[in-house]
């Protein structure tokens, strides 16, 4: 099953990589589950450069992450001081800082557990090259363990991304959707760090917590994936906990305490009894 789990290309669809049986994989290899084609970023972007598309004005589904960590100290001074984050709120137990338009915010546990997230955010489609200059200064960036590229490109999902650590051991990622219209003038800055478009949830039943979010808060699967739920604009991924994380294939993911306030499907909270999940929901 261990090999099964490294089949993602560098070149194929991120619900590929996340597809945990020999059945699903034949079904993408057959072409039996639908690949969504998406047109070429230049015809998918805004027409002026000096201007942001109105998908850059849409607001973010994902509102607020709520994370633990283990190291807050390092977690703090890195997002403050090297990746230039603005701090919301900081305490001995606590940091809050603002990416973009989501609120990010992280709590010391004290119950010996170093836990660790995979989150993204969304930067300006056009970015991904000035995107790479500035954070190779400030971290290192992962590589295909496969092929050596830093920079990945996802087919399916028409999006290039760079993935790297933070101090507690995070898999964070910046993300080009050549989907969305959000091209920005200039160099790559701390400011085009936009919202964040991903995190995930790493539970046993992976199918179950998938169909809850589903069905309880209407949040629709992502071109059809049995993983994703939601769109570019924000994505809950239901991550199975066998599966290794690209781009290294080192590690699979571990089930952590997560809150997340996400918007535009009406006023709801989803709790799980036996897990340390919460979703709520905000028109």
């Keep these: 099953m261990a090999n099964s789990l490294s089949f993602l290309d560098a070149n194929c669809s991120r619900r590929e990589a996340l597809s945990w049986t020999a059945a699903i994989a034949v079904a993408h290899a057959s072409g039996l589950v639908g690949s969504g084609w998406t047109a070429p970023a230049q015809q998918r972007t805004s027409d002026s450069e000096g201007e942001r598309g109105r998908d850059a004005c849409r607001v973010p589904r994902i509102q607020r992450l709520r994370l633990k960590t283990h190291v807050l100290g390092e977690i703090r001074r890195f997002y403050e001081e090297t990746m230039g984050l603005p701090v919301v709120f900081q305490s001995r137990r606590k940091a809050i800082f603002n990416a973009g338009a989501t609120r990010l915010e992280f709590e010391q546990v004290s119950d010996g557990t170093e836990p660790y997230y995979h989150f993204a955010f969304n930067i300006p489609e056009n970015k991904i ?58 160099g790559f800055g701390v400011r085009d760090i936009l919202h964040a478009s991903e995190i995930g949830l790493v539970p046993q039943d992976q199918r179950g917590v998938f169909a809850a979010i589903r069905e309880r808060l209407g949040i629709e699967p992502y071109l059809r994936s049995d ?35 996400v918007a535009g499907h009406g006023n709801r909270t989803l709790r799980f009894s036996d897990l340390p999940f919460q979703i709520v929901s905000q028109s």
Excluded: Y
């Design 129 to 186: 090259e000035p995107a790479k200059d500035w954070l190779g200064r400030r971290a290192r960036i992962l590589r295909d363990a496969r092929n050596g590229n830093d920079i990945i490109f996802f087919r399916n999902w028409n999006a290039h991304s760079l993935f790297f650590h933070d101090p507690a051991g995070n898999l964070v990622e910046l993300i080009a959707r050549h989907t969305l219209q959000n091209r920005a003038d200039g």
């Design 227 to 261: 993983s994703f739920l939601g769109d570019e604009h924000g994505l809950i991924i239901v991550i199975p906990a066998n599966v290794r994380w690209i781009p290294e294939f080192r590690r699979t993911g571990m089930l952590c305490p997560t809150q997340i306030t």
